[in-house]
């Protein structure tokens, strides 16, 4: 099994950047595709990207494309949100999630941590 903690979230303004951390403990992160959702008040939790084991692949929403960027250290055993050009929309408590494989449902989570962008 696997432990996630996400931290630094926080509030910024739009157009701003944020990166957020997972650190995994317990079985090495490399054995798991590591995923980011959100949850907006009153709405459904959302797939936002994942990336690979190794990192060789990352897939994104439509709605974060081009403006968000996974990365993971599988040596620090932490993933990464890079969020750049931040909107009100993305507003929201954002999760890390991991799976070992690529048929599996997501089966592990963080806390989450809360990102608030201001108009």
């Known amino acids: 099994q696997v432990q996630l903690v996400e931290s630094g979230g926080g509030l910024v303004q739009a157009g701003d950047s944020l990166r957020l951390s997972c650190a995994a403990s317990?079985?090495?992160?490399?054995?798991?595709?590591m995923g980011w959702f959100r949850q907006a008040p009153g709405k459904d939790r959302e797939f936002v990207g994942d990336i690979t084991w190794s990192g060789t692949n990352t897939y994104y929403a439509a709605s974060v494309k081009g403006r968000f960027t996974i990365s993971r250290d599988n040596a620090k055993n932490t993933v990464y949100l890079q969020m750049n050009n931040l909107k009100p929309e993305d507003t929201a408590v954002y999760y890390c999630a991991a799976r070992a494989t690529i048929s599996a449902f997501y089966n592990f989570w963080g806390q989450g941590t809360q990102v608030t962008v201001s108009s």
């Open positions: 317990g079985r090495a992160m490399n054995s798991y595709i």
